[in-house]
T-cell receptor, first 115, second 114 residues
Framework: NAGVTQTPKFQVLKTGQSMTLQCAQD?????MYWYRQDPGMGLRLIYYSASEGTTDKGEVPNGYNVSRLNKREFSLRLESAAPSQTSVYFC??????????????FGDGTRLSIL | AQSVSQHNHHVILSEAASLELGCNYSYGGTVNLFWYVQYPGQHLQLLLKYFSGDPLVKGIKGFEAEFIKSKFSFNLRKPSVQWSDTAEYFCAVNLDSGYSTLTFGKGTMLLVSP
């Protein structure tokens, strides 16, 4: 049981390049999330998908796009990478029922450096 | 705006010392509260959560947290820390109505010296 799988684990890009971070979960969860983690800033929500077919902006969406490809997969795209997007990116998923008390399950992260 | 505050950015303790990490939130309404731990180089893992019932919640690895509604607090405690507890700890909160995403605190880095 893999849980939440992110690829790649590491990536170095040049400013202006584009790339897509992949995320897949095998827990049949409705909701999926993308966060970035920066030192001293905690986790900040970039985009989320409450259910298959929907996506919404989080706290820091500028410079990113997402696609909920199906229930399992939720990708994050940087169209034109900037040094300010150097960060560790985490994907997470959770079940969502009648309340919001289900915990989120996290992937191992993607460490992204933009030169 | 909704926010989560963790009082200490860095905490250094010796093994066997007691731990208390503070977390305060500013939300109107019924909340769900979580503590996550991130060991060096790893992803976040759930330590414990509170959503209703007994405000004293016990989690994994001997951790517990107490929800004090009047103080908008959810402090994490452990009576005796171990070197293996060295990690970053995050408090997170969401509303228990509609669809509400998690808001994380900035984290507390705990270093336990042997």
């Amino acid at each position: 049981n893999a849980g939440v799988t992110q690829t790649p684990k590491f990536q170095v890009l040049k400013t202006g390049q584009s790339m897509t971070l992949q995320c897949a979960q095998d827990m049949n969860h409705n909701s999926m999330y993308w966060y970035r983690q920066d030192p001293g800033m905690g986790l900040r929500l970039i985009y989320y998908s409450a259910s298959e077919g929907t996506t919404d902006k989080g706290e820091v969406p500028n410079g990113y796009n997402v696609s909920r490809l199906n229930k399992r997969e939720f990708s994050l795209r940087l169209e034109s990478a900037a040094p300010s997007q150097t960060s560790v990116y985490f994907c997470a998923s959770s079940e969502h029922g009648t309340g919001n008390n289900q915990p989120q399950h996290f992937g191992d992260g993607t460490r992204l450096s933009i030169l | 705006a909704q926010s989560v505050s963790q009082h200490n950015h860095h905490v250094i303790l010796s093994e066997a010392a007691s731990l208390e990490l503070g977390c305060n939130y500013s939300y109107g309404g019924t909340v769900n509260l979580f503590w996550y731990v991130q060991y060096p180089g790893q992803h976040l893992q759930l330590l414990l959560k509170y959503f209703s019932g007994d405000p004293l919640v016990k989690g994994i690895k001997g951790f517990e947290a107490e929800f004090i509604k009047s103080k908008f607090s959810f402090n994490l405690r452990k009576p005796s820390v171990q070197w293996s507890d060295t990690a970053e700890y995050f408090c997170a909160v969401n509303l228990d109505s509609g669809y509400s995403t998690l808001t994380f605190g900035k984290g507390t880095m705990l270093l336990v010296s042997p």
